[in-house]
Nanobody, 124 residues
Framework: QVQLAESGGGLVQAGESLRLSCTAS????????AAWFRQAPGEEREFVLA????????YHADFVKGRFTMSRDDAKNTVYLQMNSLKPEDTALYYC?????????????????WGQGTQVTVSS
């Protein structure tokens, strides 16, 4: 059984940084596609960025604009979302997702497993 667990969320001020973690059990990221999505209160869940270490592809939403990056630690079977220059509009519940395929996509249907989310709140 594959499980994903996010952590690292919290309350920060605008302009500050935060690093989210997503640890997987039952599946390795090295042969999968990982993605982050987020959902703000009253809004639909939206895509943030994705990376496939299987195909080498990556894709991100326009609002990322070089502020967010994803990395991987195989020893911990964990991926990280480094978020810099945070803005109040980045406030959301952030979800980690893992896809068994090599498709790097903004569409949720390409991801097979989801975490429960970690809350990020950015104050102005």
């Amino acid at each position: 059984q594959v499980q994903l667990a996010e952590s690292g969320g919290g309350l920060v001020q605008a302009g500050e940084s935060l690093r989210l973690s997503c640890t997987a059990s039952g599946r390795t990221f090295s042969t999968a596609t990982a993605a982050w999505f987020r959902q703000a209160p009253g809004e639909e869940r939206e895509f943030v960025l994705a990376q496939s270490w299987r195909s080498g592809g990556s894709y991100h939403a326009d609002f990322v604009k070089g502020r967010f990056t994803m990395s991987r630690d195989d020893a911990k079977n964990t991926v990280y979302l480094q978020m810099n220059s945070l803005k109040p509009e980045d406030t959301a519940l952030y979800y980690c997702a893992l896809g068994d395929g090599a498709v790097v996509s903004a569409q949720e249907r390409h991801y097979d497993y989801w975490g429960q989310g970690t809350q990020v709140t950015v104050s102005s």
